[in-house]
């Protein structure tokens, strides 16, 4: 089974350049582009969070747009930029979105389970689960133990080194918490997140945390700074995630204009 993950889109409305000068929707159409031509085509897509910048109507109506050419399901799931009741509504039709609450859900696969997880908390930038949401988590995990799991997250729950986006990172007590429960989960291959703008992986919790890089602009990698910058010599990136039946093997794809 061959997955496509992008994430931290930041679609903006017509005519929006993130930072002046970043033409985010002329990013992911070319990864859009991209996808469509590995072989064989990824069975799904999973899009993990900040899809667009300001969670507008309009974004989203330009996020469908630019993400119509994809033939195979795509999964979405909200970021710290995103706003969950204008992206039911700009997806009404994707019937696996949960119609209140957290957007939290499970896919069934032949090959894999997959669990999304929402990670948002409205107003800040910074990540949670709340109770309900983990209890779901550890029933949905309890229902199949011997099925191979891949967990999708936005906000990653490894400290990264990157000084501003470890402060937004998810919130310590859950994450303490998830990695309880995930450490009893043997058969996680991996939990694959978003929200850093760079590639990174740890060990945590008895298996793999992978941080998908971004389709719009990656952040220039200083362990020294407080704030974040632009790596303007960064392509737009995404991942592949490819089960062969044994493993689950990770590609990184950068896309040059």
């Known amino acids: 089974m061959v997955i496509a993950q992008i994430s931290d889109l930041h679609i903006g409305a017509a005519g929006h350049l993130a930072f002046g000068y970043i033409d985010t929707a002329a990013c992911l159409a070319r990864c859009v582009r991209s996808i469509l031509h590995i072989q064989p085509r990824p069975h799904i897509v999973v899009a993990s969070g900040d899809l667009v910048d300001m969670g507008t109507a309009e974004e989203y109506r330009r996020l469908r747009e630019l993400l119509a050419p994809l033939p195979m399901p795509v999964y979405l799931m909200p970021g710290n930029h995103d706003d969950r009741s204008a992206l039911r509504t700009g997806f ?11 957007l939290h859900y499970s896919v069934e696969t032949e090959a894999l389970r997959l669990i999304m997880l929402d990670t948002v908390v409205p107003g800040t930038d910074g990540g949670a689960l709340d109770p309900r949401q983990m209890e ?31 402060e937004i990172a998810l919130a310590a007590d859950d994450t303490a918490e998830l990695g309880t429960l995930i450490a009893r989960c043997p058969r996680i291959e991996r939990i694959s997140c978003g ?10 919790s008895g298996t793999v945390v992978g941080i998908c890089p971004s389709t719009a602009f990656q952040g220039i990698l200083d362990l020294r700074k407080e704030g974040f910058d632009v790596a303007t010599d960064e392509p737009p990136a995404y991942q592949v995630h490819y089960w062969n039946g044994a493993q689950l093997v990770t590609h990184t794809l950068q896309v040059v204009d």
Not at 92 to 102: A, E, F, I, V
Not at 151 to 166: A, E, K, Y
Not at 195 to 204: D, F, K, L, S
């Open 136 to 166: 779901w988590l550890a029933t949905t995990l309890a229902a199949a133990p011997d099925r191979p799991v891949l967990i999708f997250m936005h906000h990653p729950p490894i400290m990264t080194g990157i000084r501003c986006m470890d």
């Open 195 to 204: 929200h850093v703008h760079r590639v990174v992986e740890a060990r945590w």
């Open 92 to 102: 009404s039709d994707h019937g696996y979105l949960p119609s209140r609450g957290t």
